[in-house]
C-alpha cells in the first residue's frame, strides 16, 4: 500500500442551505501528483481551502500524515500552514516589493535565519523556477507565466512537504500554461513533494496527473489513473475527459438545471 500523505473521509461543506461537497472519500498518496477535476463551481477550490485549512470541515474529517485537520488548534494550523506550499490562482504577489523580497517574505516571517542565509534561499528557490535574473524586478515588470512562477518559489520558500495549486494555468496561452506544466513535473520529481492540483483544463491534467478525482456538483463521480480515467464507462466522466458535446452535462444545460447552477458559481 503507499504511503497516504492526505486522506478525505467524508469531508462535507455547507454554505447556508447548500451542500457545496458532499461527503467526500479520497487518499492522496506521499510523492503523488494528484489532480481535482470538475466544471466551474463543483467544489474543486472549496475541497482545495479545506485541505489548506483555510475553510473549516463542517463534517467528516481531513488528515494530513495522519493529523486531523478538525482536531488542530490555531497554533497547530499555523503551524501546518508553514508545512505546506500553495499557489493560488493570481499568484498573489505584493507589487511594491522586488520578486526577490516576495519570495523572502516567508522567511523573514517565519524564521530567524541571518538575511545573507536568506538571500542564499531567494536565490535557489528562484533558480528552481528560473527566474534568478529577474530577482530585482517588481511584479507589474514581468510576464503572467513569470508572475506565477514567482508565486511558486515564493510557496517553495519554507520547503513545504505539500504544493496545493489552484487552477495554475487560468488566464495563461496554451505555451506558457505548458511550461507551467512542466515546472509543476519538474518540482514534484526534483523535491519529492506531494502535488495536489485543481484544474478544469484537461491537456494540463493528462500532462501532469499520476492519479485525477472528477468532482460534479460537490460529490465524489471517479478516481484513478489518466489511463483508467479514458477508459471508464462512466457517462459523466467520458464527457469530461473526451470534450464531448453529448452527454450528462449538455443534457442538464438542456434542461436548464446548469444555469442555476452557474448562477451560483464562483463567488
Ligand atoms: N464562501 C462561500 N460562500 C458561499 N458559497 C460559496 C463560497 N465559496 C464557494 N461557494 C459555492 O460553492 C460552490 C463550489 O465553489 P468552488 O469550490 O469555488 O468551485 P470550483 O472551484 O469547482 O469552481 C459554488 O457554487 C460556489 O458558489
Ligand atoms: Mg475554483
Keep these: 500500500m503507499p504511503d497516504i500523505a492526505i486522506k478525505v473521509s467524508k469531508a462535507t461543506k455547507i454554505f447556508g442551505s447548500r451542500t457545496v461537497l458532499d461527503a467526500i472519500d479520497l487518499d492522496i498518496y506521499r510523492g503523488e501528483t494528484l489532480v481535482i477535476l470538475g ?58 516589493m522586488t520578486i526577490a523580497d516576495n519570495v523572502a517574505l516567508p522567511l523573514r516571517e517565519h524564521t530567524d535565519l541571518p538575511e545573507e542565509t536568506i538571500e542564499l534561499m531567494v536565490k535557489i528557490k528562484l533558480e528552481l523556477v528560473g527566474l534568478r535574473e529577474h530577482a530585482t524586478k517588481l511584479p507589474s515588470e514581468i510576464s503572467g507565466g513569470m508572475k506565477k512562477r514567482a508565486g511558486l518559489a515564493r510557496a517553495l520558500a519554507l520547503d513545504p512537504s505539500i504544493l496545493f495549486y489552484d487552477e495554475p494555468s487560468a488566464g495563461l496561452d496554451p505555451v506558457t500554461s505548458a511550461e507551467i506544466d512542466e515546472l509543476i513535473i519538474k518540482l514534484n520529481k526534483l523535491l519529492g513533494v506531494t502535488s495536489v492540483v485543481v484544474t478544469h483544463e484537461m491537456d494540463s491534467a493528462f500532462r501532469i496527473a499520476d492519479r485525477m478525482v472528477l468532482l460534479d456538483r460537490g460529490k465524489f463521480v471517479a478516481s484513478g489513473t489518466p489511463e483508467q480515467m479514458k477508459k471508464s464507462t462512466d457517462p459523466l466522466v467520458r464527457q469530461f475527459v473526451y470534450g464531448l458535446i453529448d452527454g450528462p452535462l449538455t443534457e442538464r444545460k438542456r434542461t436548464g438545471a446548469y444555469e442555476s447552477d452557474l448562477l451560483m458559481d464562483n463567488i
Design 39 to 96: 466544471g466551474s463551481g463543483s467544489g474543486k477550490s472549496t475541497l482545495l481551502r479545506m485541505m489548506i485549512g483555510s475553510v473549516p470541515i463542517d463534517g467528516g474529517d481531513i488528515l494530513v500524515h495522519g493529523k486531523s485537520l478538525c482536531d488542530m488548534s490555531r497554533t497547530d494550523l499555523n503551524e501546518y500552514r508553514k508545512s505546506i506550499g500553495v499557489l493560488f490562482q493570481s499568484g498573489a504577489l505584493y507589487n511594491s
